[in-house]
């Protein structure tokens, strides 16, 4: 095996030097930095960041905790930290499928030691009981947590105003009133967009608590699921908002079966503007995110926490949402026949039989 003694010999450096290249020092000169990276292509040495974490205390690698890989949305976030990371010299360790407190928990400790740092984006863990115990041992930042723990960096989506400009944009183009499909119970993202939600019916005049709310997943097949009921449904309401776009593309499945035709029929929109958005037939309306924006702001934030020296006083950083208008939204028919009254506010069990 080719050792830091081979490469130093090849490349005539001293094996202080060449250790200084692979710790990215700014110390070596670009011809010596050069004959060592040269020399190491040709021996084929691999350098051994286990030994080097031993003397210096830092791996060069993040961590990251996901509570999911599937989706657009994720793989944005995704790639977000992953080319933030890299411009930064650093390499990402990725973890998924976390959202119970225990599992959370069970991974941040398998990778403690194997890291600098870890950036947990977990909206499903309830209580800040983990979390704290997390931020105590590790360098963190938390991504939409369902709890802020004090003096730990955060950064967050502007989910409520996101969700409430949809909704009102709905029940201007249609007169409402507009339903939602929510996401999971217990997701702190779910949990504001519903208030967002909310929040716009009240501001329009609408009675928030008669409102009909779906349950949902943030899968399409929920989504799909709540587009059968409404398209049942003995009074449809004029629009529909669902928390999500992956929960619109199953909804705008069911609808187009059912020959509901969107937005002539039922208006809809999304949230997050995941990338097959635009491409729907018809394009779908939704509060845009940089997914891609929220994983890299994560990266300098957590290098800042993970920087020797005291800790510094939690920062917190929301990404904000936008309202994109498409075709799923266009004003449609306000034909009562077709379009079940609207504007006529009834309960939850009158609107909605399964």
């Excluded at 984006?121 to 802020?148: F, K, Q």
Aim: hydrophobic fraction near 40%; glycine fraction near 10%; charged fraction near 25%.
């Amino acid at each position: 095996m080719t050792t830091i003694r081979d490469v130093a010999e090849q490349a005539r450096v001293s094996i202080a030097t060449v250790s200084r290249v692979f710790n990215g020092s700014a110390r070596v000169s670009a011809e010596s930095r050069r004959r060592v990276e040269q020399a190491a292509g040709k021996l084929g040495y691999w350098p051994n960041h286990a030994a080097r974490s031993l003397s210096t205390r830092a791996t060069d690698v993040i961590g990251v905790l996901l509570p999911e890989l599937h989706g657009d949305f994720f793989s944005d976030v995704i790639h977000g930290i992953d080319h933030a990371a890299r411009e930064r010299g650093r390499q990402v360790l990725l973890s998924s499928t976390h959202a119970k407190a225990e599992d959370v928990l069970r991974a941040a400790r398998s990778m403690r030691g194997r890291i600098d740092g870890l950036i947990v984006m977990a909206p499903d863990v309830a209580g800040d009981t983990v979390l704290r115990e997390i931020v105590r041992r590790i360098p963190t930042v938390l991504v939409n947590p369902r709890s802020i723990i004090k003096g730990c960096h955060v950064i967050i989506v502007s989910n409520r105003e996101g969700a409430a400009s949809v909704t009102r944009h709905l029940i201007e183009r249609t007169g409402g009133p507009v339903a939602i499909v929510t996401g999971p119970p217990g997701n702190a993202d779910a949990n504001m967009r519903l208030s967002g939600f909310r929040d716009a019916l009240s501001s329009r005049g609408f009675d928030p608590d008669e409102a009909i709310e779906l349950a949902g997943d943030f899968t399409e097949e929920s989504g799909y699921r709540a587009g059968k009921v409404l398209a049942d449904a003995n009074h449809r309401p004029p629009a529909v908002f669902c928390a999500n776009d992956s929960m619109a593309v199953g909804l705008l499945g069911a609808l187009r079966e059912k020959g509901i035709r969107v937005p002539e029929d039922m208006a809809v929109g999304g949230f997050d503007d995941i990338a097959i958005s635009r491409y729907l037939d018809p394009s779908l309306t939704t509060a845009h995110v940089d997914s891609r924006e929220l994983g890299a702001h994560a990266v300098p934030l957590l290098l800042e926490e993970a920087r020797p020296g005291p800790r510094s006083y939690g920062r917190r950083i929301t990404v904000n949402s936008r309202l994109i208008v498409r075709r799923s939204s266009e004003t449609p028919s306000r034909d009562p026949e077709r379009r079940g009254g609207p504007g006529k506010r009834t309960s939850k069990q009158q609107e909605v039989s399964e």
